[in-house]
Nanobody, 117 residues
Framework: QVQLVESGGGLVQAGGSLRLSCAGSGSIFRIKAMGWYRQAPGKQRELVAEIISGGSTNYADSVKDRFTISRDNAKNTVYLQMNSLKPEDTAIYYC???????????WGQGTQVTVSS
């Protein structure tokens, strides 16, 4: 089992920055990838960014060059640095982790990010 706890969400003006953190606990050493999804009201949940155990990263086109994902393996924590935020970035952001053995995707409880115009 893996437990994920997000922090760092909040309200920010357009053009501002936020940093999300996600601390993992439990069988975290069996994790292949960690990342962030988001879900805006009335929309489907979508991938924002993901980092694989070897260090490679994937980003949604809408956040490339604005968001940066990183991982501290020693602390079992993944971060999402969000710069140049836009109102359309407003959503609940969910941390995820994918098991290296079962491919099961674990989810955190989510953290609200609101960007005002």
């Amino acid at each position: 089992q893996v437990q994920l706890v997000e922090s760092g969400g909040g309200l920010v003006q357009a053009g501002g920055s936020l940093r999300l953190s996600c601390a993992g606990s439990g069988s975290i050493f069996r994790i292949k990838a960690m990342g962030w999804y988001r879900q805006a009201p009335g929309k489907q949940r979508e991938l924002v960014a993901e980092i694989i155990s070897g260090g490679s990263t994937n980003y949604a086109d809408s956040v490339k060059d604005r968001f940066t994902i990183s991982r501290d393996n020693a602390k079992n924590t993944v971060y999402l640095q969000m710069n140049s935020l836009k109102p359309e970035d407003t959503a609940i952001y969910y941390c995820t982790a994918v098991s290296a053995t079962t491919a099961y995707r674990y989810w955190g409880q989510g953290t609200q990010v609101t960007v005002s115009s």
